[in-house]
């Protein structure tokens, strides 16, 4: 009987133990999971999918996370609610509210894992399935405690949303796609915010075998699984979902086929790619219908075109500066064409597309008036000796006709006023970050002898369409503007935008082309007070094509895109700013008149601009010899009070080789003017040189002391102008030649030399 009763005894102690044990150990494993701190490296280290949209969040590219599955991060905010309700009813109904372990779904795992002698249900909640997708472990009993304690943890360290976010960003859905966003676009080509109830219950589905349930390769047994979804959904009542529309969802037939990922805008969403952290969704400027014209537009201009295989445009708002369309090539997928070069960002010769920026600087320096005359004649270097399109010339021409001309001789001209480097600084300060100093360039730079890129261009113009406000290009819809930067005043923009302006419809296009040297790039750039779109056709290699012309090649594209743009808006233009000013200009030279000015005409003036004529001049002449007189040598003179145009040696030439009559020379008796015209020492008179290959002949003149500059023209073409010092460099042509000098005071001599065969 003792011995019986001790072992009574025994047996409650030890179901006593068993009982503490039992209570306790839970205890202490539930303890131990809310002091010890979740390993946040786990979250941290999720490799994710990079995704570019468009403003509308309409997908552009998906690129792939670093260990190339598709992976994008959801807020179930965002998913459907089909989907978020149907996730949770198939695979966690009790996600709400438990701890991070279902003791529930335990026991009944228990129960019929028991009875049926194998495993039959696992009993993972969907925290602990995100624990084991942030950290795969085999399928043990072991594995399932670290799951629960890690799950309780991660209870503890994110809320509910948090931890569904986790799954449907983590959880597989067959191959590559991981979470729902890769899944929804994949299968059904959309977004997983518009998944029907249908689509939902399909997907939510498939994590728990993706190999075996994948509806674009066994939609037999994904039908299977989906009626078990809608079951749990109708058993559950969770979502709140109609019974009929379970019923109707249940009935859809599975047509599903594994679609390609959008592929739009692909260099824009690369360059954006580069720009953000790894992972990020951004919703980008590019607005989608804009986008589909541009390239239509593109791929329209390009069809006719021949020996041109690149091609790249961009489409600005200037209000925002957001760039609303963007295409980097023509085809990204041909070898041929090196379509993964991305054209709008590469440096490029910009041709005469420079020309604006360079006139809107001499306006807002007020080097140039808006009625001016430039002189289009022939220019001399040294070695530099710039010729027009056409090569032609036409003599004085008002700054805006030349500047719609694209003359280069007047463009070269206002560079030197302005100075190189200046320009060059200019153009830095408008976007153009790949120009230099401006000293490696010279004046070329008007002429494009510099490189610059296609978006930077377009930004510069926008800036002129912002009427002298400058914000660099912007890429993302949800990131305010860049820093607003007053460059030019409105008055010379306004010149501008007057000046280029084409067409007369509601809202007209302010148009400028631009052709490199050799043919090897095209460009156009236009703009509207709304919108600016910059257009560049050529060849990866610069290989040339006599269709890379940009008026023939780039400005119907550019044209095409402003006005799809504009479609539907009413009408727009740019107002006449109060700095520019109706007034009365002398009619020779578009500048305020002197008194000395024979003719005067109406004509356009901007305020802060203190010149006036300097050409027109009222002179003294000596009635008997026609020579001009100055107060040190008119004494005992008959004279006479004679209106002259006055202009540069080298204009003066041009203009008397088309009849304007010959400036009278100073008295040769005047005291104070140094005697002697320049003596013409190389080439030598009556001379004859020989005609070879690789040789020159060099000038050389001895100038009246007080001389700054000497002018040499060949035949009565300017060739070179410098101080007296300079040996400018002639190449001998076959033929007899009249060489002459002229001073800075229109003295001249001459000297005539044959070229023959050596």
């Not at 036409?394 to 003359?407: D, K, M, N, Y």
């Not at 007070?529 to 290989?543: C, E, I, L, Q, Y």
Request: charge should be positive.
């Amino acid at each position: 009987m003792r011995r019986h009763r001790r072992l009574i005894r025994i047996g409650i102690r030890v179901a006593l133990a068993a009982i503490a044990l039992a209570i306790a150990a839970p205890l202490a494993f539930w303890c131990a999971a809310q002091i010890i701190p979740f390993p946040e490296e786990e979250l941290c280290a999720i490799p994710l999918s990079t995704v570019v949209c468009d403003r509308a969040g309409r997908v552009l590219r998906i690129f792939r996370a670093a260990d190339d599955a598709v992976r994008i991060r959801v807020d179930p905010a965002e998913v459907s609610p089909h989907l978020v309700a149907a996730t949770i009813a198939i695979e966690d109904r009790r996600f709400r509210s438990h701890g991070g372990i279902d003791v529930l779904a335990i026991a009944r795992a228990a129960v019929q894992n028991a009875r049926g002698g194998r495993i039959i249900s696992g009993a993972s909640t969907i925290p602990m399935q995100v624990v084991r997708l942030l950290h795969p472990r085999p399928r043990t009993f072991a594995s399932k405690i670290i799951e629960a304690f890690r799950a309780i943890q991660l209870e503890r360290r994110l809320s509910k949303d948090e931890i569904l976010a986790l799954y449907l960003t983590l959880a597989p859905y067959g191959g590559d796609l991981h979470g729902v966003e890769a899944a929804s676009l994949a299968y059904f080509g959309k977004r997983a915010g518009d998944l029907s109830l249908s689509e939902a219950s399909l997907l939510a589905g498939i994590p728990q075998n993706p190999a075996r349930l994948r509806p674009d390769r066994f939609p037999e047994r994904a039908a299977v699984r989906r009626a078990r979804v809608l079951d749990a959904l109708r058993e559950t009542g969770y979502g709140g979902v109609d019974p009929s529309a379970i019923d109707e969802a249940g009935a859809r037939p599975i047509h599903v086929v594994r679609r390609p990922f959008p592929f739009l805008a692909p260099h824009f969403a690369q360059w954006i790619a580069r720009e953000v952290p790894r992972g990020r969704i951004v919703r980008s400027t590019i607005d989608g219908e804009f986008q589909a014209a541009l390239d239509r537009e593109l791929e329209r201009g390009a069809r006719d075109l021949h020996g041109v295989r690149n091609a790249a445009a961009i489409l600005i708002e200037n209000e925002t500066c957001a760039i609303r369309a963007y295409a980097g090539a023509l085809d990204y997928f041909s070898a041929g064409r090196r379509g993964q070069v991305d054209c709008a960002r590469a440096v490029r010769s910009p041709g005469s597309a420079l020309k604006p920026l360079v006139y809107a600087l001499a306006y807002e320096r007020r080097l140039l008036a808006p009625e001016e005359r430039l002189a289009d004649v022939p220019i001399a270097r040294g070695s530099y000796s710039p010729v027009n399109f056409d090569e032609s010339f036409r003599g004085l021409v008002p700054a805006p006709e030349a500047l719609v001309a694209s003359l280069n001789l007047p463009a070269v001209r206002l560079i030197e006023r302005i100075g190189a480097p200046a320009t060059a600084s200019f153009l830095r300060d408008a976007g153009l970050s790949t120009i230099g100093s401006g000293e490696e360039h010279g004046a070329a730079l008007a002429l494009g002898g510099c490189g610059v890129r296609l978006v930077d261009l377009a930004g510069a113009y926008a800036t002129i369409a912002r009427l002298g406000i400058r914000v660099a290009p912007r890429w993302d819809e949800d990131a305010p503007g860049g820093e607003a930067t007053r460059i030019l005043s409105p008055g010379p923009c306004w010149l501008i935008a007057n000046a280029l302006r084409e067409g007369h419809g509601a809202t007209p296009v302010a148009i400028k082309t631009g052709t490199s040297w050799g043919r090897r790039d095209a460009w156009a750039m236009g703009f509207t007070p709304r919108f600016t779109a910059g257009v560049w056709f050529g060849n990866h290699d610069s290989r040339p094509a006599a269709d890379l012309i940009g008026a023939r090649a780039a400005s119907p594209v550019a044209e095409a895109t402003l006005a799809h743009a504009e479609r539907g808006l009413p009408p727009a233009s740019f107002a006449r700013p109060p700095a520019i000013r109706e007034a009365l200009v002398c009619a020779e030279t578009g500048l305020p008149p002197s008194p000395a000015c024979p003719q005067i005409a109406p004509g356009l003036t901007l305020d802060g601009d203190a010149r006036t004529c300097a050409v027109h001049r009222i002179v003294p002449v000596d009635r008997a010899t026609g020579e001009i007189v100055c107060g040190h040598c008119a004494a005992g003179r008959d004279l006479a009070r004679l209106a002259l145009a006055i202009w540069p040696a080298e204009v003066e030439a041009f203009l008397a080789r088309h009849g304007k009559p010959p400036i009278p020379p100073h008295s040769s008796d005047c005291p104070r003017v140094p005697s002697g015209r320049p003596r013409i020492e190389s080439p030598a008179a009556n001379a004859t040189y020989a005609e070879s290959p690789g040789s020159s002949l060099t000038f050389h003149a001895v100038a009246a002391p007080g001389t700054q500059c000497l002018f040499w023209f060949v035949d009565g073409v300017f060739f070179a102008s410098g101080p007296p010092g300079d040996r400018p460099a002639w190449t001998p042509r076959r033929g007899a030649h009249t060489i002459t000098c002229r001073d800075d005071r229109g003295r001249e001599a001459t000297v005539a030399i044959a070229c023959r065969e050596p």
